[in-house]
């Protein structure tokens, strides 16, 4: 190499060896897969296996859970229910609504792991019973 030649003609002649390549493309594989697991949202199927279970899980405890606050709130004694709900202490209103039925559907002999506590929060929530569900259970005579 001419030591006056310009930055772009020693580019232009540079010439990596088989070596550099190896490394520079081992480098770039790796920079890939780092970013694309941290900041790529990049999963392993196992990982990606437990997160679809957790989720279904959830979502079969959230279904549940307001079928039974629609099942609470439809009876015809729901307001005495509410207030007894409410007196009882929050770590066992799950019991309170398993002992009462209302987490069990048509069907399904296990209850979803969750949807009991869901709906005791749900209806520990509610201020008083709406009025409509009330009055549509007691049409269905």
Do not use: H
């Not at 930055?7 to 390549?21: A, C, G, H, V």
């Not at 959230?62 to 229910?81: D, G, H, P, R, Y």
């Amino acid at each position: 190499m001419a030591a006056n030649q310009t930055i772009s003609q020693r580019f232009d002649e540079y010439q990596p060896s088989k070596t550099l390549w190896f490394w520079s493309v081992v480098g770039a594989v790796v920079l890939t897969m780092i970013v694309g697991f941290t900041a790529g949202g990049w999963t392993l199927a196992g990982t990606a296996a437990e997160m679809a279970k957790t989720s279904a899980i959830k979502a079969r405890a959230e279904l549940v859970a307001n079928l039974c606050v629609q099942k609470f709130i439809t009876a015809s004694n729901a307001s005495e229910n509410l207030t007894k709900l409410k007196g009882t202490s929050s770590y066992q209103r799950d019991s309170f609504i398993t002992d009462g039925g209302w987490v069990k559907l048509a069907g399904i002999k296990k209850d979803a792991p969750g949807a009991a506590d869901l709906c005791a929060d749900k209806l520990a929530a509610m201020d008083t019973i709406p009025t409509n569900s009330v009055a549509q259970d007691n049409t269905k005579g």
